[in-house]
């Protein structure tokens, strides 16, 4: 069985900083899929960046970005230039490759990330 | 409508009702999952449908009956219900054996048992 873990509940920085989100994780997989994904006040759960775990080059989206240490197990999510749009509960995901079968996700307990004006 | 809807939104039922919540995608996907979302709790996973296959039940109470009638819709069908079992109901669809397979959620269903 696979875990996550975001150790911080919750975080706040000021508009324009650059904030990251840290997460851990625990799995004796070695072919998986690691997710960040945003839930605003809406409850709408929205894909922020995904990255493969066979892959070293860290992935980005824009002002997103993720440090992806496979040894260590850690995923971060750093957020360049915050936005008031950018707050939101952020969770960290983790999915076995299940070889062109459908798998669910594994999520930690989330992250309340505050951008003050 | 694009992506992956539900209905309804929200939803207040006693202890003794049948109800269902409808999930539907419209991104093509050939997998659709349930996810529980509970108050200080990960979201938890509930069922996979895997191309109309149930591929996995996460030990989710009787009392929650889910229907995969063809790819694009999932329902989650409602009896008996507990207190506890109040929280938002996420649905989302994925298509697998592609590479990789992100799951796209709907909005939910917040759902609140008296």
């Known amino acids: 069985a696979q875990t996550v873990t975001q150790s911080q509940p919750e975080m706040s920085v000021q508009e324009a900083e650059t904030v990251t989100l840290s997460c851990t994780y625990d799995t004796s997989e070695n072919n998986y899929y690691l997710f960040w994904y945003k839930q605003p006040p809406s409850r709408q759960m929205i894909l922020v960046i995904r990255?493969?775990?066979?892959?070293?080059q860290n992935a980005t989206e824009n002002r997103f970005s993720v440090n992806f240490q496979k040894a260590a197990k850690s995923f971060s999510l750093k957020i360049s230039d915050s936005q008031l749009g950018d707050t939101a509960m952020y969770f960290c995901a983790f999915m076995k490759e299940s070889g062109g079968g459908a798998d669910g996700l594994t999520f930690g307990k989330g992250t309340h990330l505050i951008i003050q004006p | 409508e694009t992506g992956v809807t539900q209905t309804p939104r929200h939803l207040v039922m006693g202890m003794t009702n049948k109800k269902s919540l409808k999930c539907e995608q419209h991104?093509?996907?050939?997998?659709m999952y349930w996810y529980k979302q509970s108050a200080k709790k990960p979201l938890e996973l509930m069922f996979v449908y895997n191309f109309k296959e149930q591929t996995e039940n996460n030990s989710v109470p009787s009392r929650f009956s889910p229907e995969c009638p063809n790819s694009s819709h999932l329902f989650l069908h409602l009896h008996t219900l507990q207190p506890e079992d109040s929280a938002l109901y996420l649905c989302?669809?994925?298509?697998?054996?592609?590479?990789?397979?992100?799951?796209?959620f709907g909005p939910g269903t917040r759902l609140t048992v008296l």
């Open positions: 990255q493969e775990a066979y892959k070293q």
């Open positions: 989302a669809s994925s298509q697998v054996g592609e590479g990789l397979d992100t799951q796209y």
């Open positions: 991104l093509g996907h050939n997998a």
